[in-house]
């Protein structure tokens, strides 16, 4: 995310906002993404909204980057998205259809379910109060418009216990936090 909270568009143009790409535009640190390689080993799911999904699934089966996820399963929340529109070659995927559905996914046995991208479902799920941790890379630019994970709406306080922090030389922060119940 930007320092200023925004987390539209960091890979690229192509996503719409008029500074896509400000991820690309930051020195490259190795050590500054070790923070993805430590959430695989916790991650016993991971969780998209829609856009993301349809995003992520046509790149992500296929890349070596991305393969330690392939196993995991995915769960993508959408109302409208259709169970034929699933991608084969990439495990389990399941469609929640609403934060209830989520709500019911979080009591039953399991561990940590990641959410990439999908800032407006990490919002909406966030208001919910079904998200219990942060992990945010904030990198060094002020965007002042676009996508958030954190929700405008007026509500009660949320506090927040750091677990984790670094700083890296290219400017990039880890802050990871837990939500406080």
Do not use: C
Not at 59 to 82: C, F, N, Q, R
């Amino acid at each position: 995310m930007s320092l200023d909270g925004v987390v539209d568009s960091p890979g690229g143009k192509a996503e719409g906002h008029r500074s896509g790409g400000w991820v690309m535009g930051t020195e490259f640190v190795p050590e500054a993404y070790s923070l993805k390689a430590e959430e695989l080993e916790e991650t016993t799911a991971l969780m998209f909204g829609r856009r993301s999904y349809e995003a992520f699934a046509p790149i992500w089966p296929g890349s070596e980057d991305h393969a330690g996820y392939k196993d995991l399963p995915k769960y993508v929340v959408s109302s409208t998205l259709e169970k034929d529109a699933l991608v084969d070659g990439w495990g389990e995927i399941t469609v929640l259809r609403s934060a209830e559905d989520v709500a019911e996914l979080k009591r039953s046995e399991g561990g940590p379910i990641f959410i990439h991208g999908s800032a407006e479902l990490a919002r909406r799920l966030a208001d919910a109060d079904l998200i219990d941790r942060y992990h945010l890379l904030v990198f060094p630019v002020l965007l002042a418009a676009g996508k958030s994970v954190f929700s405008r709406a007026d509500r009660d306080q949320q506090n927040l216990k750091l677990r984790d922090s670094a700083a890296y030389s290219n400017g990039v922060v880890k802050l990871v936090y837990d939500v406080v119940r």
